[in-house]
């Protein structure tokens, strides 16, 4: 019984231990500073929109975001030269917000960090240009006919979002949000969340089921072999 005891309060002492380091590790990762999006022009990269260069941008607007925004993401790659990607917001024809960055050569969405935050609910012209060399910038087939461009190519418009600083664990209304519209139409948010309960809950679960069977009295095999010489 002692012996028992002991392997009881061993596995309890594991699963405990190893079920702590998961969710500290699960929150250490979710507090992680992402770049959630605000707002997204709907158009996917899938084609060339344009070239964006030192003495040509590219721009498409009016745009609102639900919620203020401090960043912009637009889908180009170098074209030619070292350029660096430069991202200006106008609101009534005046400049509002400005930022530049190095792109990443191993993706095509840069996020620039702007040096003044987009209002919420604020119409606002997203303008991609170039310094120091050329950018193609990357959009598809005009998809959104509230959004007038100038500087693109004819017939398209380029893909771009507006971002803000969050974490994982933020994020996660906005993703289940949108992971409810690829969904049957009685399939909501709420669904997402439920999952998410159940997952979390099959911890507490595999714990019950350990304990239980651990609570189980040992049989003693030996007692069946003299049972059976008998």
């Known amino acids: ?25 699960l929150l250490v990762a979710g507090l992680q500073t992402i770049q959630g999006r605000t707002y997204s022009v709907r158009v ?13 941008r590219l721009c498409e607007g009016p745009v609102q975001t639900p919620s203020r925004a401090s ?30 960055r190095r792109p990443n050569p191993t993706v095509r969405e840069q996020i620039v960090v702007l040096d003044q935050p987009i209002p919420a609910q604020r119409p606002v012209q997203v303008c991609v240009g170039a310094s120091g060399g050329t950018l193609t910038v990357y959009g598809a087939g005009a998809q959104a006919p509230a959004v007038v461009t100038h500087g693109v190519a004819a017939g398209m418009q380029f893909s771009f979002v507006l971002t803000h ?7 996660l209304p906005q993703a289940f949000s949108r992971a409810a519209i690829f969904r049957p139409s009685w399939v909501g948010s709420w669904t997402f969340w439920l999952l998410f309960a159940l997952l979390a809950g099959t911890v507490a679960l ?13 049989v003693d095999e030996s007692s069946y072999a003299r049972d059976g010489s008998s």
């Open 165 to 171: 600083p969050t974490t994982l664990i933020g994020a």
């Open 44 to 56: 996917p990269d899938s084609g060339i929109a344009g070239t964006a260069s030192p003495s040509h």
């Open 71 to 100: 960043g912009a993401g637009v889908f180009v790659v170098g074209a030619s030269g070292r350029p660096r990607v430069t991202v200006t917001i106008f609101s009534g024809g005046r400049l509002i917000a400005s930022g530049s």
């Open 206 to 218: 595999a714990g019950i089921a350990l304990t239980g069977a651990l609570d189980e009295p040992e």
């Open 1 to 25: 019984m002692t012996r028992l005891r002991l392997t009881r309060r061993s596995a309890i002492a594991t699963l405990v231990v190893g079920t702590v380091v998961m969710f500290v590790g």
